[in-house]
């Protein structure tokens, strides 16, 4: 038995083409290992946002888990956490609710109970529903109408439909759209933008808020700066959305469709030049001028004392982190450092940058953390000095490691800039240590 | 109300159980489920998982999987990992999914026997029941499946049955209870599924007794001792070490309990043990409550099962014990308890040792 993980060459892959990604590359055709690298895939609430905590992204709500026990599990963690204290709430089902379907009776009474506990009630009541409704085929919004009219306070379904990740609505596309749902229309301001994508907001210092005050649009919402519902409301008045996340395009979609709001998708990348190209396209399309020079320089800058430092620099790229794996690799490849891993499952869009990754660096291999042979990943050979994401840290636990998976979101020149921050200070850190 | 937790998160749930049982045996452990299960029992209720590689995989069902009841897909994916990875054996363990499509799981053992060419074991798991549910018929199924081979007995040696992160008191235990059984005579100490591997429970016919330290181990020992007449023992054996330790973070000495009325709130084997040990002093009035199995055969009349979060708010109000022994997280649901409250970790409840 060959006990090697799977691999490909960034070169080999090119070379077959989007239309022919090995069936080691495509996780449903075979079985999902499960080791602390793929945690955030099978269980994306155990690190980061699933979808329990974004549920919760609406100021002041609560959340009624209706599920087997098994799923609200993990939830003992988050519950612990200062900001989800008293928010979390189940109502467990047993095999006698599958067969009847009697738990869908319960809830309106579990809710009623459950804002009576609390000191304050709650701006909206979030009803989670995981596989088990998905298979029954539950109408959850007729459930949730009742419930509300028993408290007078919105009651909302939330998917956590695992069953459905792969397809045209995952749960967390199915999320975002549940959170801003409850916005009515309202007159509109044309100096108002919302930022669409995140549960938590971009890092304070990102561009893009001057840049949009460049443009005329000086008030920019992100429903977790939104201090309360009241201002969560006031999300209804953009002028358009601007969606940072793919993820969010449906709910970007529904509200063009509720409120009249237009929008426009940004994508977030590492490659400061797509970046600054990126910025310009999205200006002219709206007739404004931005300057940007400044905020291009200083994150040019973090890159060019970075390389000085550390010229040789070579990284193991993962997917668990803040960044498109292929992207970021590619950036890292053309900023002059080695790549000799990257750990995703690319996609064919992802092949825009693995032909270029492959140009530049043809040995560079491709792993699926969820393909079976990564059991015999050797994590004890250092193939990178530097790792960048959860998943790469796993398999070199030994590297200087970046997880670059915080809840606060880099992006744009402010993301290229804190991420060669904090790779300089983890590599003095390192160096400070021996 | 009847299902409804304010309070206290769920406990780990048999799918839990029934992989805390396999992991550490060399099998490659299939999670019949979307993902999101695979997820919680590695990430929380598998400590091992952080610390070294274990073969659990997902089935990664998906909705077409499951509407069309795709259980040959399965089998051909797990035919192909038993390919590529060394396993002596595969195990299915089932979750919510295949409980609502009902997947026959004597079929899939069937499908998958004629495919594969190893021990396959197939848990019929809901998610829906606690830990120990799931614990208890893996360990049955574990020893039917492969201690099938009668061995001449080994003097003095001691097969432990029940042991899992879920249900001991720390991650030494295991060697803890080696040590103090080699100190009461035994020679040799088998501790299935944490440190004894599957080559011991082949060979569980050779101990010389079985010792239980959970209720979820019993029907397996049971099946041992009808199977193969090895005799077994119910305890904890470090349960009076664990109460001195305790007392000691409670700044309590084991007389201060004399006359007190005492809750301890575990494993029921665990329990029952450490109310053993605080019985050494006069009048004391001690109940065992439990969320998990409670054994009629070890369980003392004013024992308590608890269902519900309510009914155990109730209980505490109703009852007014000095003392509470039991996991800190259970006191998040009877916050205003101004008796002596105990911590005694439960990986099952907090996700803590």
Known sequence: ?434 | MKGLRKYLAPFAPDQSGASAVLSDLGGMIVICDAGGCAGNICGFDEPRWFLKKSAIFSAGLRDMDAILGRDDRLVEKLADAVKKIDVDFAAIIGTPVPAVIGTDYQALKRMAQKKVDLPILTVEATGMEIYDVGEETTWLELFKVFAREALPVEPGSVGIIGATPLEIHSMDAPGQLKEKLQEQGASNVYCYGMEAGIDRVKAAASVEKNLVIAPSGVKAARYLEEKFGTPFEICYPLAGEILTERLEEAELTLEDLAGKKILILHQQVLANSIRQAIRTQPDTDCTVASWFMLKKDFKESHDIHLTEEDQFIEYIQKEQFDIIIGDEILRNAVSDYTGVYMNLPHFAVSGKV
């Open chain 1, 1 to 434: 038995m060959n006990r090697e993980p799977y691999s490909i060459t960034a070169g080999q892959l090119a070379a077959m083409g989007k239309e022919q990604i090995p069936p080691e590359l495509i996780s449903n055709t075979h079985l999902i290992y499960s080791s602390p690298a793929t945690l955030a895939f099978n269980s994306p609430g155990a690190e980061g946002f699933g979808v329990k905590r974004a549920g919760l992204a609406i100021p002041g709500s609560v959340m009624l888990l209706v599920a087997p026990g098994c799923c609200g599990r993990n939830t003992t963690l988050l519950a612990e956490m200062p900001e989800y204290h008293n928010r979390f709430f189940y109502l467990m089902m047993d095999e006698t609710d599958i067969v009847t379907g009697r738990h869908l009776k319960k809830i309106p009474q579990a809710v009623e109970e459950i804002c009576q506990s609390l000191p304050q009630m709650p701006s909206v009541v979030m009803i989670c529903l995981t596989c088990v409704d998905a298979l029954l085929g539950t109408d959850m919004e007729r459930v949730c109408r009742k419930a509300m009219t028993k408290v007078d306070i919105p009651v909302l379904p939330c998917y956590m439909y695992a069953l459905t990740r792969e397809g045209r609505k995952p749960p967390m596309v199915h999320v975002r759209q549940s959170i801003y749902s409850l916005l009515e229309p309202m007159e509109k301001k044309l100096h108002v933008v919302n930022l669409l994508g995140y549960f938590a907001h971009l890092v304070d210092d990102c561009e893009i808020y001057d840049l949009l005050g460049q443009m005329g649009l000086t008030k920019t919402y992100e429903i977790s700066r939104c201090s309360d519902f009241e201002e969560y409301k006031q999300m209804a008045s953009a002028n358009f959305n601007l969606v940072l996340n793919p993820e969010a395009r449906f709910a970007a979609q529904d509200m063009q469709k509720k409120l009249n709001i237009p929008s426009v998708e940004l994508t977030r990348l590492y490659q400061l030049d797509k970046i600054q190209n990126q910025y310009h396209i999205f200006a002219k399309a709206l007739g404004a001028v931005i300057e940007d020079q400044s905020y291009y320089d200083q994150a040019k800058a973090a890159v060019d004392v970075f390389r000085d430092a550390y010229p040789d620099a070579v990284f193991s790229v993962g997917e668990s982190c803040n960044a498109d794996a292929f992207e970021l690799s590619l950036a890292l490849l053309r900023y002059g450092f080695r790549v000799v891993e990257i750990f995703g499952n690319p996609s064919a869009e992802n092949f825009v940058y693995i032909r270029k990754i492959a140009a530049i660096s043809p040995e560079t291999k491709i792993y699926s953390n969820l393909e079976p042979t990564m059991l015999y990943y050797d994590c004890s050979q250092d193939a990178a000095d530097i790792t960048v994401g959860r998943d790469a840290s796993y398999y070199h636990p030994n590297c200087i490691n970046l997880k670059w998976s915080e809840d606060v979101q880099p992006f744009g020149y402010a993301g290229v800039k804190l991420l060669f921050e904090q790779l300089l200070a983890a590599c003095r850190r390192k160096e400070e240590s021996k």
